[in-house]
């Protein structure tokens, strides 16, 4: 993957550049000794690496502001960093860049059961909004896989999803408002504690815009009761088809389960192997999980194993107590770090309409055999959104870009067949040359009529989510 | 001007001055002013796959049509739209793209989100004329900025609404609701308790007197739910199901009670336990009150002009006030006013899809 090259210019400002933020923040919010601007060089695409020029770490949106309105002043790129959990290379630095790190700004601002809302700072990580609420019999929806290290800013610049969004939705259906810096230092509220901000939707493009039109430093989120319970039961089918039929006879039905998740049988192998879960060696198998009192559960898995049952599925696995149902979820949850124990491995993210299902996972693992790589698929099944996984091996030269092709190529067949490229990871840089594969150039044109909007220099996060040409004049300006 | 296609939008909006997009007519609100573009030429599903939850339709398409197709596979929009046309006055036919750029949402919104929340993809067209798609026909997408988000309730601000997909939802085997006789402050008190359950309301609305708040699903689970719930509530609960509970969320929704009552009616958008006290504020206007999401919704009916008054008591708590239904001569703004940092940003997103500032100019500020 390409990125810009570091202006010269910029680089040799460094000392300046450094003492300018030193006299905005304490000396330990700054970091710029190269030893330690190292621990920034990545994000969870840690095939790419790049050190930054120097690193922020401020406290309050008025340090953010602060930052911003010097790295403006100075034309110097900022890249706004949570966690660095992205797996799309969001957080990447390029050299010439100073990532803005809003972890120490992890406070609950305001909570409010009555409203039903609340206050965080936006380096809160995702676990611990629920952490604040959860004794009171409240939680966050939203619940990416990484949820124990991502940050809430990150979660709104990805509008990312979770295991559960098939019922509560993603990050933009969860998030009422946000205290959001541009990058000239001025501070805009957009939405609050009620419904419906009121005129042009801002939050909206807000979330999921990948840092690129402000630095989000505070967010006011939904927050509902938890419900009673929930139960997950298996079911494993000898044909990929069927299964997708299974799934959609039960939206169909009007059941909502919170989550349907599928795997293959390359990803079934793998995960029993590392996990032992005890799954049955099919072609597809299906987790779903239901909510509510034990009676709504089990009314509703009644329904569901009728349906599931007229498919002729070659196991049908209820959970009788808490311990079935965590070893139900244990192949699931392992499955990444069961592929990872066999190689490297690629995560894609493309989101396809279920019912191209069958003729999807056909054609990724012909195109697999072609170049002679291994995929296994888990896919979050009542919405679309696959995750395959690529293996490869990082240690052997031209294996990355062979697997970079692969990825492409099912990202394209994703597109093909009127879905998209990425469903909850994000473009970042991994995605950036493909998006003409799914925008022609006005659509890909309003985008960045968008971001002269928020940022007319193009200063934050430039070099991300579009391909570079299509952007060079305007980075340029 | 009646486009037939969307090319014929291009051309249309290429070579005109302001325009007034106009879907059905039912439920535009704002003083837009210019040479009326009607979107009832570009009808059709395009699309429909039950399975799959997902439906794309043309924007002129009308919201009958679109009703009736999903109910005929036990489907509907989820977001519930009002039917606004006798509280506002007016005849038509309302279309879909119409709901999209009202962002049109009813009582169900507590539970599963706006018009904006179940829009999956648009196609538009902007002010210079272009043909701009964003979003697409797949329920988990981050491709790129979310502008089908921002196109959603801009009133015609940013574009000509083409086409839109959306994901549907299945109709719930029952619904029941259960109805109080409160007075005002305690029937908001049920609604907040109600939210604040884990028995996943999809209805908490205070009007006429009486407290409403309703169970969807399968049957055993509301049966048991309304039983809970009641508990939980404590009081006497009466129990309307099936076409009687709709009945009572129709009104809801279409803001029903005050269809032939004289007055302006104004759209509160508030945190939901500052509700009562905005409304409480205003006594000395004589104000009426609907209030629905919990209390998060607030339709007020005021007798006379008295804007400024509206502004300042809803200002004070935090939200926004709208004026949905004006009194002859009234010039007060539609939309409520915005901090200066939203202002400018939605002035220069006007500026950059509208460069010419001819789509419903002079709405929305
Ligand atoms: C093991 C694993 C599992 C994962 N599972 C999921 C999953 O189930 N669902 C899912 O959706 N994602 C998942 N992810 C991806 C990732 O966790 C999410 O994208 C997450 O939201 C990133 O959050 P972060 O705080 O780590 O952001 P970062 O990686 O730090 O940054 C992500 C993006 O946000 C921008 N950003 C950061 N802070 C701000 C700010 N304050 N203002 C504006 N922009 C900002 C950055 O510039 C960057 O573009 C997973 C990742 C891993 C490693």
């Known amino acids: ?477 | 001007m009646r486009p037939a296609s969307e090319a014929e939008v291009c051309d249309m909006v290429q070579a005109a001055g302001p325009l007034v997009i106009r879907g059905g007519g039912t439920r535009g609100i704002g003083r837009a002013v210019g040479q009326v573009l009607e979107t009832s030429g570009l009808a059709g599903i395009s699309l429909y796959e039950p399975g799959a939850l997902t439906l794309v339709a043309q924007a002129g398409t009308p919201l009958a049509e679109t009703e009736a197709i999903l109910a005929g596979e036990r489907q509907r929009l989820a977001f519930e739209v009002p039917d606004l046309r006798p509280l506002l006055g007016r005849g038509g036919v309302s279309t879909i793209g119409g709901v999209v750029a009202a962002n049109a949402s009813g009582p169900r919104r507590v539970q599963v989100g706006a018009c904006r929340d179940a829009l999956l993809g648009v196609r538009f067209v902007d002010g210079r004329g272009e043909v701009i798609k964003n979003g697409g026909r797949v329920m988990k997408n981050v491709t790129g900025y979310d502008l089908v988000k921002l196109l959603a309730g801009s009133h015609g601000a940013l574009g000509v609404i083409t086409e839109v997909s959306f994901k549907v939802q299945a109709m719930p085997e029952v619904e029941t609701t259960l109805v109080g006789d409160l007075e005002e402050m305690a029937g908001l008190v049920a609604l907040r308790a109600a939210l604040r359950s884990p028995f996943d309301v999809s209805g908490a609305a205070y009007a006429e007197g009486r407290a409403m708040i309703r169970l969807e699903g399968l049957a055993g689970s509301v049966g048991y739910r309304r039983q809970a719930l009641a508990a939980v509530l404590g009081g006497d609960w009466d129990v309307m199901e099936g076409a009687a509970s709709a009945d009572l969320w129709r009104r809801v929704r279409d803001v029903a009670a005050f269809a032939d009552m004289a007055g302006a009616v104004w759209k509160l958008s508030v945190k939901p336990s500052d509700a009562a006290e905005i409304v409480a504020s205003l006594a000395a206007l004589e104000v009426q009150a609907i209030y629905d999401w919990g209390g998060g919704l607030v339709w007020l009916l005021v007798p006379q002009d008295d804007a400024g008054a509206v502004r300042v008591a809803v200002a004070a708590k935090g939200g926004h006030a709208t004026l949905v239904r004006g009194l002859a001569g009234m010039t007060a703004a539609v939309f409520p006013p915005e901090p200066a940092g939203v202002a400018a940003l939605t002035a220069g997103l006007r500026a950059q899809f509208d460069p010419r500032g001819i789509l419903n100019a002079g709405i929305m500020g």
């Open chain 1, 1 to 477: 993957m390409e990125m810009p090259l570091p202006d010269a210019a910029i680089l040799s400002r460094k000392a300046e550049i450094v003492a300018r933020l030193l006299g905005v923040l304490p000396t330990d919010a700054v970091i710029h000794d190269p030893a330690e601007t190292r621990a920034y060089e990545c994000d969870a695409l840690t095939a790419y690496r790049c050190a930054p020029l120097a690193a922020v770490l401020p406290r309050s949106t008025d340090e953010v502001a602060a930052v911003l309105r010097i790295c403006h002043e100075m034309r110097v790129p900022v890249v706004p960093r949570g966690s660095g959990t992205s797996l799309a290379g969001g957080a990447l630095p390029t050299a010439d860049c100073v990532i803005l790190g809003v972890a120490r700004m992890n406070a609950v601002l305001e909570t409010d059961y009555d409203n039903r809302f609340i206050r965080v700072q936006s380096g809160r990580t995702n676990l611990s909004v629920t952490g604040a609420v959860e004794a009171d019999g409240f939680f966050y929806a939203p619940d990416p896989s990484s949820q124990l290290a991502c940050a809430i800013a990150g979660n709104i610049a990805m509008n990312s999803g979770g295991a559960h969004c098939l019922k509560y939705g993603v990050t933009t259906n969860n998030l009422l408002g946000v205290t959001l810096v541009q990058m000239d230092g001025t501070i805009v509220t957009v939405g609050g504690p009620w419904l419906d901000a009121g005129g042009i939707d801002l939050l909206g493009v807000i979330c999921g815009s990948e840092g690129q039109l402000g630095v989000v430093t505070e967010a006011t989120l939904r927050i509902l009761p938890k419900p009673e319970g929930a139960r997950p039961v298996l079911v494993g089918f000898n044909s990929n088809e069927v299964a997708g039929t299974c799934v959609s006879d039960i939206i169909k039905a009007g059941i909502l389960p919170v989550a349907i998740e599928f795997m293959d049988r390359p990803c079934i192998r793998a995960t029993e192997a590392f996990a032992h879960a005890g799954y049955p060696d099919c072609e597809a198998l299906l987790i779903i999980e239901v909510e509510g009192s034990p009676a709504e559960i089990d009314e509703q898995l009644a329904r569901i194993k009728a349906i599931a049952l007229t498919h002729d599925p070659v196991e049908f696995r209820e959970a009788a107590d808490e311990d079935q149902a965590r070893r139900i979820w244990l192949g699931r949850k392992s499955a990444f770090g069961a592929m990872g124990q066999i190689n490297d491995y690629m995560c894609l993210d493309g989101t396809i309409p279920v019912s191209s299902l069958p003729y999807v996972l056909r054609r990724i693992g012909e195109m697999g055999a072609e170049c002679g790589l291994d995929v296994g698929n888990v896919f979050h099944a009542g919405d679309g959104n696959m995750h395959p996984l690529i293996l490869f091996d990082a240690n052997k030269p031209g294996d990355l870009e062979r697997c970079e092709a692969f990825g492409a190529d099912i990202l394209k067949l994703c597109v093909e067949v009127g879905g998209c490229l990425t469903g909850e990871h994000g473009v970042g840089i991994e995605k950036r040359d493909l998006m003409s594969v799914q925008f022609a150039p006005a659509d890909l044109e309003a985008q960045f009529r968008v971001k002269d909007v928020f940022d007319p220099a193009w200063l934050l996060n430039p070099a991300k989510v579009f391909p570079l040409e299509a952007t060079a004049s305007r980075r340029a300006g």
